[in-house]
């Protein structure tokens, strides 16, 4: 019986040929693990800053009270306060529409600038439709009674819609849905 010792330089010698032949490739498991987690972890920092836009409050504004409504009577409003392209209107379509308050559910409150290009749309509310339009600049018109969404024209977003609140007979905006026209946000 022959026994081999081997000392401890050509024990070490064999070991490493070993280690390097283990780790000369990544497997497909350990690089899309790796590389997976690389991506993740590169947005972590956009996360944070969108949950911080999130939760931006906006402020509670009266802007009417609902002996002031009459049926197809548009009444305009700032809407939020200190911006100075915030117009806005509220209007009681008489029949209910997405988004609206009141016992019939008629009371909606949009933007009065086009989300195409801004054009102004005062003046465009049609009781017939029950739209807002069209927009001098395109043609734009906005059905609303479905939440200011885009009849025709070459508007790709409807109107930005106010969100409202009735307390003790008066109207309040308390924030908006859709970005208005020429802002980063809303709230500057």
Known sequence: ?????????????????NSESDHLCMSRRSFLLSGSSAIVLSTMPGIAAAVKLAVKEYPRVKIASLKDLKTDVPIDFSYPPNNPVSSFFIVKLGEEAGGGLGKNKDIVSFSNLCSHMGGPLHGTYK?????????????????????????????TEALPQARLEISGGNIYATGVSG?????????G
């Not at 970005?179 to 709230?187: A, T």
Request: net charge negative; aromatic share 4%; with cysteine.
């Open 127 to 155: 009781p017939g439709h029950k739209a807002m339009g069209p927009c001098p600049l395109h043609l734009t018109t906005f059905d609303l009674t479905r939440h200011g969404m885009v009849i025709s024209g070459h508007a």
């Open 179 to 187: 970005l208005i026209y020429g802002q980063h946000d809303n709230l």
């Open 1 to 17: 019986m022959d026994i081999k010792i081997e000392t401890e330089s050509e024990l070490d010698e064999q070991s490493s040929k």
